[in-house]
């Protein structure tokens, strides 16, 4: 089933190319013309796979087990989900969301120069106005690229939760049914 996969393009994708997720264009393209069958979809990445994600999550618990008995604690099952995921993804949300609330901040700012520029002049001049147009505009696309990755990220993050916690309570469930049965 690998062999048809196609190579992820996102893993050899130029910055730009991450910034603008034009990296999937081809196999949104493909999707338009005809529906997309198997052997059209991406290679997913070892980060994203069930059973390391699951192994992950497993090898976390246990470890939270064990320093919870040393520091007679009760083990949380949240410590370990929050540490199958890297923490560069943790930092990557963060950074996303200050942008975003730099640009949302800077954005009626903007609004108001550009509001006094043309409301306290007769004539508009545009080598005042174009800069805080131009501004504007910045902003504008900083928040909605900032939005917009912001959420996939938390997305891709949430997903990796989801499958990882998922597989631990069927590979529980199934061992502790064995068990009965052995039983």
């Not at 603008?20 to 069958?37: A, F, H, R, Y």
């Not at 007679?72 to 609330?101: G, N, Q, S």
């Not at 949430?158 to 590979?171: C, D, E, F, Q, R």
């Amino acid at each position: 089933m690998e062999d048809t996969l196609v190579r992820n393009p996102r893993d050899q994708a130029c910055f730009l190319s991450l910034l603008t997720t034009s990296w999937i264009n081809d196999v949104l393209k493909l999707g338009s013309k005809q529906p997309l069958e198997e052997k059209h979809l991406l290679a997913v990445g070892a980060s994203y796979q069930a059973e390391r994600l699951v192994v992950d999550l497993e090898r976390e618990w246990l470890a939270e087990e064990k320093a919870s008995e040393q520091n007679r604690t009760k083990p949380r099952l949240w410590r370990a989900m929050m540490r199958i995921i890297p923490c560069r993804d943790y930092l990557i949300v963060a950074f996303l969301r200050i942008f975003y609330f730099v640009a949302f901040n800077l954005f009626p700012l903007m609004v108001w120069f550009f509001l006094k520029s043309i409301s306290t002049s007769t004539e508009i001049s545009y080598t005042s106005t174009l800069p805080i147009i131009i501004g504007i505009a910045l902003v504008t696309f900083v928040r909605t690229l900032c939005t917009n990755h912001g959420v996939c990220k938390m997305d891709l993050i949430s997903t990796k939760l989801k499958v990882g916690i998922t597989g631990l309570v069927y590979k529980k469930a199934s061992n502790f049914h064995l068990a009965l049965i052995k039983n």
